[in-house]
C-alpha cells in the first residue's frame, strides 16, 4: 500500500498551494479519504475530509479557504489551500479509511511566511 502526496512547499501568506495524494496497492473499497496537519508541539488535527458519496467537512479554521476534492477512479484525493496563513505551517498528512482499517500517507511540508 502506497499513499504518494505532493504539492507541499513554500509559500507567503496569502499564497495558495495544492496538495495532491494518490492511494494504490488498496484493495478493501475507499470509504474516505481525507488530510490531517500536525504542526510542531501540536497533536495532529483534521483539515478536510470526504467521502465516496462526496460529502465534506472541514476544520473550522479552513473554511472558506480550503477546498477538498477526489477523484474516485484514480483514488487521488486533493486539498487546495488559498489565502494560507502563517498558522497554517505543518506536516499535512493524507489519509485513506477503508471498512478494515485506515491508511497514512508519508506527510508533506507546508511553509506559509509571514
Known amino acids: 500500500v502506497q499513499l504518494q502526496a505532493s504539492g507541499g512547499g513554500l509559500v507567503q501568506a496569502g499564497g495558495s498551494l495544492r496538495l495532491s495524494c494518490a492511494a494504490s496497492?488498496?484493495?478493501?473499497?475507499?470509504?474516505?479519504m481525507g488530510w490531517y496537519r500536525q504542526a510542531p508541539g501540536e497533536q495532529r488535527e483534521l483539515v478536510a475530509r470526504?467521502?465516496?458519496?462526496?460529502?465534506?467537512n472541514y476544520a473550522d479554521s479552513v473554511k472558506g479557504r480550503f477546498t477538498i476534492s477526489r477523484d474516485n477512479a484514480k483514488k487521488t484525493v486533493y486539498l487546495q489551500m488559498d489565502s494560507l496563513k502563517p498558522e497554517d505551517t505543518a506536516v499535512y498528512y493524507c489519509?485513506?479509511?477503508?471498512?478494515?482499517?485506515?491508511?497514512w500517507g508519508q506527510g508533506t511540508l507546508v511553509t506559509v511566511s509571514s
Open positions: 470526504v467521502t465516496t458519496g462526496g460529502n465534506t
Open positions: 489519509n485513506v479509511q477503508t471498512l478494515p482499517r485506515g491508511y
Open positions: 496497492g488498496i484493495i478493501f473499497t475507499i470509504n474516505a
